[in-house]
């Protein structure tokens, strides 16, 4: 059973970066398609970005235009990990972000079999 855990979150001020890492146990990563969402208080989930796997070149497509040019996934095939760089974050990117795990990529979180238990981001001055 694949299990994913999150890490990297935590407070951090506007125009400031945090690097979350989404971590697989208990089967390997390598032929999943790993998306991040986010959930904001009051705000439904909302798909951010998503990679494919190395079958299909580790594509990525970017789903959230709010987050475009700011944030970048990236995956480590030998540890098993995908990362989220998040750069000049902004208030409005508060929430619980999430890695997810399905056989393709969507914007959709219905599409997606596995989930971590989220990692808390907060932008504040």
């Known amino acids: 059973q694949l299990q994913l855990v999150e890490s990297g979150g935590g407070s951090v001020q506007p125009g400031g970066s945090l690097r979350l890492s989404c971590t697989a146990s208990?089967?390997?990563?390598?032929?999943?398609?790993i998306g991040w969402f986010r959930q904001a208080p009051g705000k439904e989930r909302e798909g951010l970005i998503c990679?494919?796997?190395?079958?299909?070149?580790?594509?990525?497509?970017d789903y959230a235009d709010s987050v475009k040019g700011r944030f970048t996934i990236s995956r480590d095939y030998a540890k098993n990990s995908v990362y989220l760089q998040l750069n000049s974050l902004k208030p409005e990117d508060t929430a619980v972000y999430y890695c997810?795990?399905?056989?393709?990529?969507?914007?959709?979180?219905?599409?997606?079999?596995?989930w971590g238990q989220g990692t808390q981001v907060t932008v504040s001055s």
């Open positions: 208990g089967s390997p990563l390598d032929l999943h398609a």
């Open positions: 990679v494919l796997s190395s079958d299909h070149n580790s594509r990525v497509t």
């Open positions: 997810a795990a399905a056989w393709g990529c969507s914007a959709y979180g219905r599409e997606f079999d596995y």
